[in-house]
């Protein structure tokens, strides 16, 4: 529809917003020389207009392109990545941990481990410690969230290894080791963790919101396999916080992202640009 609209013809309010559009769009499908160029036009027409609120709005939004927009783990050292950077990571060769969206890809494929955490747990732990293994005592405190181990938690992370090994088929090999398990990329050069700016505590919940769906907190608890009263403690300290909202109320109340965002990784947890 957008293609289609000749903004030249609009007034400059209105081709303004046509440009926020663009961008908004363009952001969240990570092309952001699309954006760039959209946000310049949106600039321009907003000085035109001559309204200092939309003016605002158009600077705002271009903030995204130099604000932090997630954190690459890799070899054991870590740094902030800009929009353009986390486009041309997901664009190259390597083996992609995402604990943005918790799905794990590559160049030619990806895989959703949103509703499956303990799998996507052990597949960031390998992916951290890659091109090493993960001593079996670490994985089981980390994936299970326990420091006493017994046979139990043992014969348990060698069913997950094994459901981790079905979900990344075609992707990483997950083979044993003398102490604990090693991730090897299968078409990749190497394997990276692509995490958010800042590590969120109930980031499980926030990868669920991720597709920009609402959901009920039953429907949360059921596909990440807690109960009901956990997550509803977890979206009740994220909205706290600002970083989720609810509409309607009783069994109708749902959840999604919020529209005005601290940081760019908007753009990996879709939410509409502020004021929109």
Request: glycine content about 6%; some cysteine.
């Amino acid at each position: 529809m957008l293609a289609g609209l000749d903004s030249g013809a609009l007034p400059p309010a209105l081709s303004a917003a046509h440009e926020l559009v663009v961008a908004g769009i363009a952001l969240r499908r990570l092309r952001t020389d699309t954006a760039r160029t959209a946000l310049v036009r949106a600039e321009r027409a907003a000085h035109e207009a001559g309204i200092a609120a939309l003016t605002a709005e158009v600077e705002c939004a271009a903030r995204v392109l130099i604000a932090p927009a997630a954190r690459l783990i890799a070899h054991g050292e870590a740094r902030s990545l800009l929009l353009e950077e986390v486009e041309a990571l997901l664009a190259s060769k390597a083996l992609v941990v995402d604990a943005c969206r918790h799905r794990v890809r590559d160049g030619h494929g990806e895989v959703s481990l949103a509703r499956r955490p303990v799998l996507f747990a052990l597949a960031r732990l390998l992916g951290e410690a890659w091109p090493d293994d993960v001593p079996r005592a670490m994985l089981i405190e980390r994936a299970f969230r326990t420091k006493f181990a017994d046979a139990s938690h043992r014969v348990r992370l060698r069913v997950e290894i094994g459901r981790l090994r079905s979900a990344l088929d075609g992707l990483a090999t997950v083979s044993a080791t003398t102490r604990g398990f090693v991730l090897a990329p299968q078409g990749a050069r190497e394997v990276v963790v692509l995490a958010r700016p800042i590590e969120e505590k109930h980031a499980t919940v926030l990868a669920l919101l991720a597709d920009g769906e609402p959901w009920s907190s039953a429907a949360l608890a059921l596909a990440l396999g807690v109960s009901q009263r956990t997550v509803q403690r977890a979206l009740d300290a994220l909205a706290a916080s600002g970083k989720v909202q609810s509409f309607g109320r009783g069994r109708a109340r749902r959840w999604i992202t919020p529209p005005v965002p601290g940081f760019t990784t908007t753009l990996l947890l879709p939410a509409p640009l502020p004021g929109h």
